[in-house]
């Protein structure tokens, strides 16, 4: 039961808790907002939705506490979490408690704050992870609902990634040294993530008969965090455990690249026979690559286009030559979401056929030999 009281120019709402203790709630201004808190309360009460209030204190931080002891997910992922919590969530809310997180305040928050210093996407991404951390906050009936619910926020849409023709993809690759293009070339050819390439080890390239790629399912991906060294660990989805099959000229190229590198563990190493670093190689071979040199006569290439848009030009290059989507998905790594992606199968029939089309881009439009000693100059 609530009941409400007159206290001075000023309403109030006391009612008793599951303990047996009353409760008050000071601060109405008209007896019909108090009659209303009154009537809620009793509701909540009766149909076992009701929080209690003293729960609600929790702070933020606190709950972020309890809520990353109990929370797993793979270094990576983490990392970005952690990133978001230091330096986006906590600075702006610690100190709050969970009941007093407004849902005008984190609108405000986000538009205001987030969207001031990070692209959309970014902003995006943090409140998504905001979101999620008070979602399980109410799972745990901390709070009775979330701030975060059918908040309005319109963000603007990502931009369309860039692709690269072969010739592109090419002469981004001529641009690095030898070891460097050919990470370059494998990743434009057969859609493999970044960490999938940096961890690649040679005893999951086959490249005798039947040549492929094997995506090992405990370490088929080497992982990034920050303030961590890299590490061996499962790729990115269950989808990412794959064959990827390599076209002849892949086959060649590799195999001379291993013989350059005999004593190697890893397929792609940097000169010092360290593992690739994303954010190295970006600053060492990528981005001279695309933003060209005027001494050597490059010109800019691609400007705005990172590494991991290599596989949208793989996919793109693949859609171009009429691949069926069930093999797409199968060499991208992606999860069969539809009925007709779990009803369709890949047979050596469509393997050939695209394997066969890789092979004509290259002769056709690619084929670059690269010279050491040139790359070294340059």
């Given amino acids: 039961m609530a009941w409400i009281e007159r ?24 007896k019909t907002a108090a009659e209303d808190r009154a009537l809620d309360v009793e509701s909540d009460q009766r149909r076992k939705q009701f ?3 003293r729960i609600e204190r929790t702070t933020i931080d606190e709950w972020v506490r309890k809520w990353s002891d109990a929370h797993s997910v793979r270094v990576a992922t983490w990392s970005k979490y952690d990133s978001h919590l230091r330096n986006h969530i906590l600075p702006f809310w610690s100190g709050t408690a969970l009941g007093d997180i407004e849902r005008i305040a984190v609108k ?14 970014s902003a995006q991404d943090v409140l998504k992870l905001f979101s999620q951390i008070i979602g399980e906050a109410v799972d745990e009936k901390l709070i009775g609902s979330s701030p975060c619910r059918k908040l309005r926020i319109v963000f603007a849409s990502s931009p369309e990634r860039p692709h690269a023709t072969t010739d592109e ?14 990470m370059v070339i494998t990743a434009a050819y057969t859609g493999l993530r970044w960490g999938e390439l940096a961890g690649l080890q040679w005893i999951n390239t086959h490249l005798d008969t039947r040549p492929r790629i094997t995506v090992d399912p405990e370490f088929g991906a080497l992982h990034e965090a920050r303030g961590h060294k890299p590490t061996l660990g499962p790729p990115k989805t269950p989808a990412s455990v794959r064959h990827v099959h390599l076209p002849p000229f892949l086959v060649n190229e590799l195999l001379a690249h291993r013989e350059r590198n005999p004593d190697s563990r890893f397929v792609f190493l940097t000169r010092r026979g360290l593992s690739q670093r994303r954010c190295n190689f970006r600053t060492r071979a990528w981005l001279p690559a695309i933003s060209g040199n005027e001494a050597l006569g490059w010109a800019p290439l691609k400007e705005g286009m990172v590494f991991h848009d290599l596989r949208h030009t793989q996919e793109t290059w693949l859609i171009e030559d ?31 056929r695209m394997l066969e089309q890789l092979q004509r881009r290259w002769e056709i439009d690619g084929g670059w030999s690269w010279s050491m000693e040139e790359s070294d100059e340059a």
Avoid: Q
């Fill in 51 to 53: 929080v209690d209030p």
């Fill in 169 to 182: 993809v090419d002469a981004l690759a001529a641009r690095m040294h030898p070891d460097d293009g050919l």
């Fill in 322 to 352: 009429d691949v069926p989507r069930v093999l797409r998905l199968e060499r991208l790594g992606h999860k069969r979401s539809s009925t007709d992606d779990r009803y369709s199968h890949v047979t050596e029939a469509m393997i050939g």
């Fill in 7 to 30: 206290r001075g120019s000023v309403w109030r709402v006391r009612y008793r808790l599951g303990d047996g203790t009353i409760y008050t709630e000071n601060g109405y201004i008209t």
């Fill in 108 to 121: 405000g928050w986000v538009n205001k704050t987030l969207r001031s210093k990070l692209t959309d996407p």
